[in-house]
């Protein structure tokens, strides 16, 4: 069954709202919690690290004021995508790690339209 | 840096064929992992095997085989007896050991299996 959880799965929203993406580690309790982002035909590309109770680490050219991050508990992340515009269109797949060879699991992605 | 190289954008297989898909990277680490993630249509990430760089024996599972050769940096996904369902788009990625987890990957090679 899922390990990984993601909500919603896609949202269309206006330019310069907000929009909340939560990720849910269903089965165990994730310490830390990646985020990626994925263009259409591209790669997957990380955006930052979620560390439960500490603050994320982002990853170069990352705007964290733009991108927040809260891992308040062991199975909830959730990524803000705050006064979003069109060029933040994309699809948002967060991960958990698992086991002893630090396997990751992903979530099913979400896919924010910015009109 | 950890840099990931898929030179094969697109590649098409026919059923119950074997196909090799390449991957090389760039490192300077010792310890270190080597996914292959396959993402079908639905854009769910899977893992399809793992290798650790510390092990010679090349990794298998059922259908899937990879060649790992640590000196030339060099890591291709070999699937044999092609099926339909095996149409996805192929991630090869790296992960450093014990420095946060994350993965790096490739660009990506999209896999078509013909009836």
């Known amino acids: 069954g899922a390990v990984v959880s993601q909500h919603p799965s896609w949202v269309i929203c206006k330019s310069g709202t907000s929009v909340k993406i939560e990720c849910r580690s269903l089965d165990f309790q994730a310490t830390t919690m990646f985020w990626y982002r994925q263009f259409p035909k591209q790669s997957l590309m990380l955006m930052a690290t979620s560390n439960e109770g500490s603050k994320a680490t982002y990853e170069q050219g990352v705007e964290k004021d733009k991108f927040l991050i809260n891992h308040a508990s062991l199975t909830?992340?959730?990524?803000?995508?705050?006064?979003?515009h069109p060029e933040d269109s994309s699809f948002y797949i967060c991960s958990v790690i698992r086991g002893i060879y630090n396997e990751?699991?992903?979530?099913?992605?979400?896919?924010?339209t910015v009109l | 840096a950890q840099t990931v190289?898929?030179?094969?954008?697109?590649?098409?297989v026919q059923e119950a064929e074997t196909v090799t898909l390449s991957c090389t990277y760039d490192t300077s680490e010792n310890n270190y992992y080597l996914f292959w993630y396959k993402q079908p249509p639905s854009r769910q990430m899977i893992l399809v095997i793992r290798q650790e760089a510390y092990k010679q024996q090349n990794a298998t599972e059922n259908r899937f085989s990879v060649n790992f050769q640590k000196a030339a940096k060099s890591f291709s996904l070999k699937i044999s007896d092609s099926q339909l369902g095996d149409t996805a788009m192929y991630f090869c990625a790296f992960m450093k050991v014990h420095s946060g987890y994350a993965l790096n990957f490739g660009k990506g090679t999209s896999l078509l299996v013909t009836p």
Do not use: C, D, I, K
């Open chain 2, 5 to 12: 190289t898929q030179s094969q954008p697109e590649m098409s």
């Open chain 1, 76 to 84: 909830l992340s959730t990524l803000t995508v705050t006064s979003a």
């Open chain 1, 104 to 112: 990751q699991f992903f979530g099913p992605g979400t896919r924010l």
